[in-house]
């Protein structure tokens, strides 16, 4: 971490958190780690290319790995049509002007 930075956290769950349970954990996260400057992203319910950043980063702590596969493998799939759309969009573009 860069020095006047965040530290990103995302987490994969199988059931939506609450904003308490949520905040709860944030809160938890900064007293463990010292630091308030976190961001705690919900993968499940992330964009596509979130998730492919979160995924490329490094993992703390995995309870699952064959359910991180399998989210990974969507998140790929998602990651690469948001972005062919995102490149016909700016072709699109391109040739109006």
């Known amino acids: ?5 965040d530290i990103d956290i995302g987490i994969l769950v199988e059931t939506a958190p609450s904003l ?3 905040l709860d954990l944030l809160g938890r996260l900064q007293d ?3 630091f308030e400057d976190i ?5 499940n319910e ?11 980063g ?14 990974a493998s969507l998140t790929a799939r998602e990651y690469e049509e948001s972005m062919a759309l995102w490149e016909w969009g700016l072709k699109q573009r391109a040739s109006k002007d």
Not at 1 to 5: C, F, I, S
Not at 47 to 56: K, V
Not at 59 to 70: I, Q, V
């Open 20 to 22: 308490d349970e949520l």
């Open 1 to 5: 971490m860069r020095d006047g930075g």
């Open 39 to 43: 961001d705690l992203i919900v993968l």
């Open 58 to 71: 490094r993992s703390l702590f995995c309870r699952d790995l064959s359910r991180r596969a399998e989210f």
């Open 32 to 34: 463990a780690l010292q």
């Open 46 to 56: 992330a964009n596509p290319i979130l998730r492919f950043e979160a995924l490329s």
